[in-house]
């Protein structure tokens, strides 16, 4: 009697069948995204209760990015057997215990152990949830897909970080994760419920373009890591520099959640033009980022200019993170899960660098000095993608062969 042949719990569809899971895997999105940088808008609070710098409280940010940076791959892959949902249950679990010990720490350097535990959470769960959102949909949604979850990550910067900056502003910072834990433990319930189980698994075909689509997707990955890099040298910093621009301290979350709310309107526009126009969605962001960025340090320290310019900066990066999800997926040089791995590793060597570079800029030349550095790493971000046609195309993206389908399900089965 023939075995019969073990096929994937979750049948790729349209975006309207994974709707549930995608929904999950955004509010999960938005949990991990406002753990990771709660202390950007609390970084006076917090370096003045811990007598430390503001230039050492935001190495909070840095040493969280640096265990995503380095785990993410070695991670990803020891735990490519087991079980993708129960993988990013544990992760939302451990999102939970870093919060609260952050919360209850007495140190500085409890606070960074709790915090370099929630960054060894994150190396898993961001690698795990781009593959993941990936196999909910036939393969030529995955951008539309990964934009929608993406959503989850503007929401951290619209809501998630605003409010606990309001929140550590009200009632002080510890306060402010505490509640964040709560939401983790929520989010963790509700995956539970909505998420569809997928297996893992599935490699690209190794045909004679397998060389060619490895160097694209380093292509996307260094474009990547610069992006954040330029990126968050100056974002780790922008309560001070809003601060320093003349805003009151009562005034910093709300002026938060406005231009985070504008990162909104960035997402909607790669969800609707990364899978026919990926290349030009890709440029288009950048372009926006990087004269976001260049225009807030031309208008610092005016208050008004400041904050327009971090408006349009806000607009840029809402688009970032599913523009090269996307295009990272596209090349098809590695599996889902090693995607993903990539992509997340190569952001938070950004994201942990660009935290360091900016103290050293902050501490060093000044405040007023850290955009125009943060300017200049997003305009080689653009020379990569300018350069790099293959790995950023111009066209529409395009289902797989049948043929090419049915090896990739073999594939996953297996």
């Known amino acids: 009697m ?40 609390l ?70 152990v709790a915090r370099a535990l929630g960054g060894a959470a994150h190396a898993v769960f961001f690698s795990v949830s ?38 550590g502003a009200a009632v002080g910072w510890r306060t402010s994760f505490l509640v964040l834990a709560g939401a983790c433990t929520l989010a963790a319930v509700l995956t539970a419920l909505l998420l569809p189980s997928v297996a893992g698994g599935g490699t690209p075909p190794a045909d004679a373009a397998r060389g060619a689509r490895r160097t694209a997707l380093a292509q996307v990955t260094s474009a990547n890591a610069l992006a954040y ?15 320093a ?32 126009r990926l290349r030009q969605t890709t440029v288009v962001t950048l372009g926006v980022i990087a004269a976001g960025i260049l225009t807030l340090g031309l208008a610092f320290p005016g208050t008004v200019g400041t904050l327009a310019a971090a408006a349009v900066w806000s607009i840029g990066f809402g688009a970032a993170a599913a523009v090269f999800q996307t295009a990272a997926i596209r090349t098809r040089g590695a599996s889902p899960d090693v995607v993903g791995a990539l992509v997340n590793s190569s952001a938070n060597i950004g994201i942990g660098v660009g935290a360091a570079l900016g103290a050293l800029v902050l501490d060093g030349v000044g405040l007023a000095a850290v955009p125009y550095v943060g300017v200049a790493l997003v305009a080689a971000a653009l020379v990569v993608v300018l350069v790099a046609r293959r790995a950023f195309p111009a066209g529409p993206a395009v289902e797989q062969s049948a043929v090419e389908q049915s090896a990739a399900e073999q594939d996953t089965a297996e």
């Open 229 to 243: 890099l330029g990126h968050y040298t100056v974002y780790t910093y922008v309560s001070v520099l809003l601060l």
């Open 2 to 41: 023939a075995t019969p042949r073990i096929r994937p719990t979750w049948q790729p569809g349209n975006v309207r069948d994974a709707a549930g899971g995608l929904f999950a895997l955004a509010l999960a999105t938005f949990v991990a995204i406002t753990t990771e940088l709660v202390p950007v808008g």
């Open 130 to 167: 781009i593959g993941y959102a990936s196999r909910l949909v036939r393969p030529h949604l995955a951008g539309r897909a990964l934009a929608l979850v993406t959503l989850g990550a503007s929401a951290g910067f619209v809501l998630g970080v605003p409010l606990t900056t309001s929140l």
């Open 245 to 276: 621009a003349g805003l009151a301290t009562a005034a910093l979350g709300p002026a938060l959640l406005l231009i985070g709310a504008l990162g909104l309107l960035g997402a909607w526009y790669a969800a609707a033009r990364l899978d026919v």
């Open 43 to 112: 970084l006076p609070l917090i370096s003045d209760d811990l007598d430390v710098s503001e230039g050492t409280a935001g190495l909070l940010v840095t040493a969280y990015a640096f265990m995503v940076a380095v785990l993410a791959v070695p991670l990803t892959t020891a735990t490519r057997k087991l079980p993708r949902k129960t993988l990013l249950l544990t992760t939302l679990g451990i999102y939970v215990l870093s919060n609260v010990i952050v919360a209850v720490a007495p140190t500085f350097a409890l606070v960074a």
